[in-house]
């Protein structure tokens, strides 16, 4: 069914048809109305899940720890500060290889107090173990939350689903919305492979001495590569059933450009415009959409980037010190490919500036005509700062 | 209570417990009196050491081991995912220290007795952080020498009062326990078992290695906190109705003092000082239960 809905309610709607059995959340602007939705469908029926309304993000995450260690299908939603309280935890669910699924909705980090787009919050957490799906659209945010369950459970690690603030989370936009028997066919009952049991004592989580640790943490890396097979599996699943598609990676005229954007979010939505019109014009530009982040799935990166002189990669985030983080994992991508192409790193639309046409089109046009970067990051579009005397 | 209950064990034999710990006859009472249908969140503690290292463990009942902040959240879950596979059996407990329940955890456990989350926690009170090393907790009594409170800095300030703070929660029961009242100890246990809603039991367990204190001596100076006034045995249910279970006979707190190395720096005027100190308490418990003029 086709119905016009707000990106936020595109996730409350997969939740719904993933059937989450327990739902844990602490409220934070912008993802204020995935938890609203999904409490009305608790009230009134629509969804029979357990709505643990906690005190914080920490304890929403925690909760959700207990709930899918006892076996069930869990769900939590938070943004910026809420997902930075949450980081211990995120360490914790991955290395307790629970397949819990989060959306978060990526806003600035404070200070200055911004509730804007920003990437930084869920690529700071990038060394957690989460799987990280990146999102451009509503149809694609209710898409990915289905397959996030699959794959999670699939891998036994937990998946972020991510959309930018408001210009996704609070947008409105047509989505198909699949009927519940198509769903129950791709995402049957949670099956889990352990679970808390009076009848079958274990003790999850203890002490482990250097003597085992190690290959604990080797067996996350083991089904984060899996992961990237599974991903591939599960979307030709869900394809099969709905008929949409988004891979890992999403390649635009990449075969026969000298410069390739790369974007993720919906920066995505707007680039492709501007390299359709840059296209029209003559402009050798090719366009590469990042969805998926962990894992990082080098090789179709590789593959699309590799023939290309430049790439230009839009960052809305930033690492102190370093450089976009996009950027960052692009050039490790590409540094012992022979030949690779030269890396340009962009930071725009941080704290919810807007990344427009014009933007995107100086970012290709700086790219096409200088022979190499000369810094590791431009920042583009900065107002002249004037400083108190 | 079932005679069957002193034959149950839910802890094999072997424990990493310093000798003497509170901490491990602590969850062998309990455990007796909740028996096999339980599940166990445990956020880091003494206990997390306790129950020995993976691929062993001296637990005979599941435990889901948890982050040290964590408590009362985990222990909610755990609960919300057994109703939801329709299991209402299974008692749920959350196994906390001093540090994870008082200080670090506080906040999670405010919030889960705040929705009634159904559950037993259980915090066994050792009165420091013992498991890093015996630093001071909110729970470290006045006159405390501990390795963060050093020398002539010793503790100066009272021991937060846990059961009233969660007895504002109007928490549904309520109680404190002793290790060396095992009979009190497990029948409120197996009380707290047979309710629903959020209940609390505070057992004070003595640490030898942190007291200063001979391990023989350790259910020793655990009766003489309850025969001195410094840690009375009561229940709260529904957060007004108090009963005091044991009435002590007024023995004076020195001595129990005198035979601690982590308070052998206090002067007669100190423990004159800390005198009133328990009488004060006692006799705001007394009126609490009505058993003094307001």
């Given at each position: 069914m086709r119905k016009v809905i707000e990106g936020s309610h595109a996730v409350a709607e997969g939740v719904r048809l993933a059937r989450a059995q327990v739902i844990s959340a602490y409220p934070i602007t912008p993802q204020t109305h995935i938890v609203e939705r999904l409490s009305e469908f608790c009230a009134d029926g629509t969804l029979d899940a357990r709505f643990l309304r906690v005190e914080s993000e920490h304890s929403a995450l925690a909760a959700l720890i207990g709930a899918a260690s006892t076996g069930v299908r869990t769900f939590t939603a938070t943004s910026s500060q809420g997902l930075a309280l949450m980081h211990e935890l995120l360490h914790w669910a991955s290395g307790a290889r629970l397949p819990i699924v989060m959306a978060n909705v990526n806003r600035a980090l404070a200070p200055g107090w911004n509730i804007w787009a920003d990437q930084t919050d869920s690529l700071a957490q990038r060394d957690t173990g989460w799987i990280q799906l990146y999102c451009e659209d509503s149809q694609e945010v209710l898409d990915t939350t289905l397959q996030a369950y699959r794959l999670a459970e699939w891998v036994n690690l937990p998946v972020m689903v991510i959309l930018d603030a408001f210009?996704?989370?609070h947008t409105y936009e047509p989505v198909d919305i699949p009927d519940q028997e198509t769903v129950d066919r791709f995402l049957p009952p949670f099956q889990p492979r352990f679970h808390l049991n009076p009848e079958s004592p274990c003790t999850f989580g203890q002490m482990s001495p250097p003597g085992v640790y190690m290959e604990m943490r080797r067996s996350i890396q083991a089904a984060m590569e899996d992961a990237l097979v599974a991903f591939a599996d599960v979307e030709e699943e869900f394809s099969r059933a709905h008929g949409r598609r988004y891979g890992p990676v999403e390649a635009v005229?990449?075969?026969?450009?000298?410069v390739i954007l790369v974007t993720s979010g919906t920066v995505t939505s707007t680039s492709r415009q501007v390299i359709a019109e840059l296209r029209a014009r003559g402009e050798k530009v090719g366009l590469l959409k990042i969805k998926?982040?962990?894992?990082?799935?080098v090789e179709s990166i590789r593959a699309a980037l590799?023939?290309?002189?430049k790439v230009a990669v839009i960052d809305r985030n930033f690492s102190f010190g370093a450089s976009g983080i996009f950027a960052q994992e692009i050039r490790a991508a590409l540094?012992?490919?022979?030949g690779h192409p030269a890396v340009f790193g962009y930071i725009a639309g941080?704290?919810?500036r807007d990344v427009t046409t014009a933007v995107i089109e100086e970012i290709y046009i700086r790219t096409r005509d200088?022979?190499?970067?000369?810094?590791e990051s431009i920042w583009v579009g900065l107002q002249e700062v004037k400083h108190a005397p | 209570m079932h005679l069957e209950t002193m034959d149950r064990?839910?802890?094999?034999?072997?424990?990493?417990?310093?000798?003497?710990c509170g901490a491990a006859i602590a969850m062998r009472f309990v455990l007796k009196a909740l028996g096999e249908k339980t599940i166990m969140v445990m956020p880091a503690c003494c206990w997390s050491i306790i129950a020995g290292p993976y691929p062993q463990s001296t637990l005979k009942i599941p435990m889901l081991h948890a982050a040290f902040e964590t408590g009362g959240a985990v222990a909610s879950g755990v609960r919300a995912a057994l109703d939801v596979k329709g299991d209402s059996d299974t008692t749920v407990l959350a196994w906390a220290g001093d540090g994870g329940t008082f200080d670090i955890g506080f906040q999670a456990l405010s919030g889960a007795v705040e929705r009634n989350e159904d559950f037993l926690y259980v915090c066994y009170d050792n009165e420091a952080y013992m498991n890093t090393g015996v630093q001071r907790s909110s729970s470290t009594p006045y006159g405390a020498w501990t390795t963060t409170t050093p020398g002539r800095q010793w503790k100066r300030l009272r021991k937060k009062n846990i059961v009233e703070a969660l007895v504002a929660h109007r928490i549904h029961y309520a109680a404190t326990a002793n290790i060396a009242y095992p009979e009190d100890l497990m029948g409120k246990a197996a009380k707290a078992k047979t309710m629903t809603g959020s209940r609390f039991l505070h057992i004070f367990a003595t640490c030898p290695t942190g007291w200063r204190l001979?391990?023989?001596m350790s259910v020793k100076i655990a009766r003489m906190a309850v025969q001195t006034n410094i840690f009375p045995l009561y229940e709260v249910e529904d957060g007004v109705r108090y009963t005091i279970n044991f009435m002590p006979k007024?023995?004076?707190?020195n001595e129990y003092f005198r035979l601690q190395g982590r308070f052998k720096h206090l002067s007669d005027e100190d423990l004159a000082e800390i005198q009133e100190m328990v009488d004060e308490d006692w006799n705001l418990l007394l009126r609490k239960a009505g058993m003094a003029p307001a």
């Open positions: 210009f996704l989370s005229h990449c075969d026969d450009a000298g998926l982040f962990r894992p990082f799935p590799g023939r290309a002189r540094c012992n490919l022979r941080l704290g919810g200088a022979e190499a970067p000369k810094e | 064990e839910y802890i094999h034999s072997g424990h990493v417990g310093c000798p003497g001979p391990s023989e007024g023995y004076l707190v």
